[in-house]
């Protein structure tokens, strides 16, 4: 908090700051017919930077290059993030970087570098950092300048083509009158970001206990909107890895308080606006607290982890709707991201023609003329009345309740809801298939697609749809061929596209998905795959000093990135150490789980802290500070026992198959031609074996 104080006063003494809103994203726009310009981002093959390769601004890709022509021009760079589906990226785009006047300043003055976030989270970690120390928020368009060596001296979000040219009018004199003040103070910033990213390696591994994860817990209820779910605030956000924490926590430790907000925020979230209703699959976050009115972009790593936890959700509640939430969100995938050769794309866009949500939302006299007198009891099921209208007097379909309480009250049988429901559906997603539709942006991240493989293997041991097995190994076979040469992961894949190296959330995360691909399947190719990424990712990443895993392999940028934080994906720091703990369990290696339980004592002190940012830290803490059980099916029959077992909620618990003799410490020596056994078993230590997953069971509660 000091530094970020010290900071803000110095950047105020240097120059006067904008006022400025942080803005979340959502949209990416067609490619313009108008080629008066062209600049270097012709040759990119990114949706986003594409739709400013016709900007007046000689924007260029960001390259080792392009800070060394600002070094031998002695000019300051411009970086300016966003992604595709970026809503005030695109507005910023309109208003700003389409104007020439501007464009002039930005060329004269500047070397100007666009950067698609999905393509280089590496750049955007780095110089979201520098915002939020020299403002003390971020979002995108993430705007920096820096010096020619790329340390930053002003950092901002959106601008009006007005306050743009006057950040750049003073910021271009501050470094021409007084480059040893605009020195000292980025200087300053570099070292704010080398210090947020220091970690400091601990060897006592007392405080990996029960209490301080209580306390983490805690803490954080103070946050919780217990009517509305989610965190208190105007905005809400669905952060999948922090309510998949809190169901294990909730069971395990037997917290009713827990489990009731973790349930009544998956019900607001399924009955809100922020669920595409007609379609299936998830916008990106709520713009208000009761998650009516979404910001509607559609990202892959929200559906993908959405996926897991509503599955592992149903497991606990046996509730429909998240059965049907499951069901829906896939058939959206598969008809609107998926690649025709497998994998699935980043995103999809909030706006069309124009129009952020046209796309998604409803005018009366439209649902009237599609749904005829069906409308009635569709506009009270999604309360369509105008109280709730929203833009242009249009409507955002949401829910207030249960379709049990509905039918009650509505005097209408389960037989004939259903076919009311699908009779809905059929009418409007048809007339809504006829609009202009959003944009997608057609990259096909590795790291996300990886999430969506746990996704679809979670959605798979639940349900027991082999078809979603089969999604899930469709997409691993995609990475395999497209993604992976060698040695070597890329981020992301494009026909045609630069194969950037990848990151260490490509392969923790591809390593995490390799190993539920082992434990469902029971095949060895996927674990030694998982062995194979994670020695991978030991061997570019690691890092001596702080003993975590640097977030990219190379010293590009001003400073190393140790990503320990969750945000909308989880810490590729923690599934590292979560992928150790999986593999010391599974091969009794002491070494991994040493190194597993290493790096979660370095986080003890943050996680109990701020555990909404830390929710992957507490998942291990959980499997380390409570028992944690291994269970291995072993016999010629073992896939239907497998199943069994996965379609049951056990958190803290290990499940493993083999249906042939193995060596490997869980199966050696264990199997037997005449017949099929499971062993429950804690720290290597094993019951006596049985033959039912309900005896399995009831060993796992009295062990």
Not at 314 to 326: A, H, N, Q, S, T
Not at 595 to 617: D, F, G, P, Q
Request: with cysteine.
């Amino acid at each position: 908090m000091t530094r970020n104080m010290c900071l803000r006063l110095s950047f105020c003494n240097l120059f006067f700051l904008l006022t400025m809103i942080l803005f979340s994203c959502s949209d990416i726009k067609g490619q313009k017919n108008d080629h008066k310009y062209t600049n270097d981002l012709i040759h990119e093959t990114s949706p986003y930077l594409l739709q400013h390769a016709h900007n007046p601004v000689n924007w260029r890709p960001w390259s080792p290059t392009a800070l060394e022509d600002a070094k031998k021009e002695d000019k300051l760079v411009l970086v300016s993030v966003g992604y595709s589906s970026c809503h005030w990226c695109h507005v910023m785009e309109e208003e700003t970087f389409e104007d020439e006047e501007v464009a002039k300043l930005m060329n004269e003055n500047f070397i100007s570098i666009k950067v698609d976030r999905e393509e280089r989270p590496d750049v955007d970690h780095v110089y979201m950092t520098a915002l939020q120390l020299i403002n003390g928020n971020g979002g995108w368009p993430l705007n920096v300048i820096t010096l020619p060596n790329g340390k930053p001296i002003y950092g901002g979000t959106y601008h009006t083509k007005e306050q743009w040219s006057k950040v750049l009018a003073e910021v271009s004199k501050l470094y021409k009158n007084d480059p040893k003040k605009a020195n000292e103070y980025a200087d300053m910033v570099a070292q704010g970001i080398q210090e947020v990213n220091i970690i400091q390696p601990v060897s006592d591994l007392g405080m990996l206990t029960p209490e301080v994860l209580k306390n983490s817990v805690e803490k954080w209820k103070k946050n919780w909107d217990l009517k509305w779910g989610g965190n208190i605030g105007s905005q809400k956000f669905m952060i999948p890895v922090n309510l998949d924490f809190l169901l294990d926590y909730a069971v395990l430790t037997q917290d009713k308080d827990a489990l009731e907000f973790v349930r009544t925020t998956l019900d607001r979230i399924a009955w809100g606006g922020v669920y595409d209703h007609i379609a299936g699959g998830f916008y990106r976050y709520s713009t208000d607290a009761q998650w009516k009115v979404p910001h509607f972009e559609k990202m892959l790593y929200d559906n993908a982890q959405l996926l897991s936890l509503y599955s592992k959700a149903y497991k606990l509640f046996k509730e429909p709707m998240y059965k049907k939430v499951v069901e829906e969100t896939i058939a959206f995938l598969d008809r609107e991201m998926k690649n025709p050769d497998g994998g699935y794309y980043a995103a999809i866009d909030a706006d069309s023609e124009g129009e952020e949500g046209k796309f998604y939302v409803w005018k009366e006299e439209e649902l009237k003329s599609v749904l005829g007198s069906d409308y009635d009891l569709f506009a009270k099921y999604y309360n369509i009345k105008r109280s709730n209208i929203w833009e242009n007097d249009s409507y955002v379909l949401f829910r207030n309740s249960g379709d049990e309480d509905f039918m009650k009250e509505n005097d209408i049988s389960a037989e004939d809801w259903d076919g009311v429901q699908a009779r809905w559906q059929s009418k409007i997603l048809t007339a809504r298939n006829k609009r202009i539709r959003p944009n997608t942006d057609d990259k096909i991240i590795t790291s996300w697609n990886a999430l969506l493989i746990n996704g679809f293997v979670d959605a798979y041991n639940v349900f027991n749809e082999s078809a979603y097995l089969e999604k899930a190994e469709d997409v691993f076979r995609f990475i395999e061929k497209n993604s992976l040469n060698k040695d070597q992961l890329i981020h992301t894949y494009k026909k045609g596209s630069k194969k950037s190296d990848g990151f260490l959330e490509d392969y923790s995360f591809l390593a995490n998905a390799s190993l539920k691909l082992y434990s469902t399947t029971m095949s060895n190719s996927y674990l030694d795959f998982a062995k194979e990424m994670n020695q991978m990712a030991k061997d570019k990443f690691a890092d001596e000093n702080s003993g975590m895993y640097s977030f990219n392999s190379d010293d590009e940028l001003i400073a190393q990135i140790i990503k320990t934080d969750d945000g909308v994906l989880p810490s590729p720091n923690a599934v590292m150490a979560e992928n150790l703990f999986l593999l010391g369990h599974i091969d009794y290696d002491k070494e991994a789980t040493l190194k597993a339980r290493s790096m979660l004592s370095s986080m003890i002190s943050v996680l109990e802290e701020n555990a909404y940012n830390y929710s992957k830290w507490n998942s291990l803490l959980l499997k380390t500070a409570y028992p944690f059980y291994e269970i291995a099916v072993v016999g010629n029959d073992a896939k239907p026992l497998l199943a069994e077992l996965q379609q049951q909620n056990l958190p803290n618990t290990l499940i493993v198959g083999s249906n042939k003799d193995s060596e490997m410490p869980l199966f050696k020596g264990r199997y037997s031609d005449d017949g099929t056994y499971i062993y429950v078993c804690q720290d290597h230590t094993c019951k006596l074996p049985v033959a039912t997953a309900k005896e399995a069971l009831e060993q796992l509660k009295n062990f």
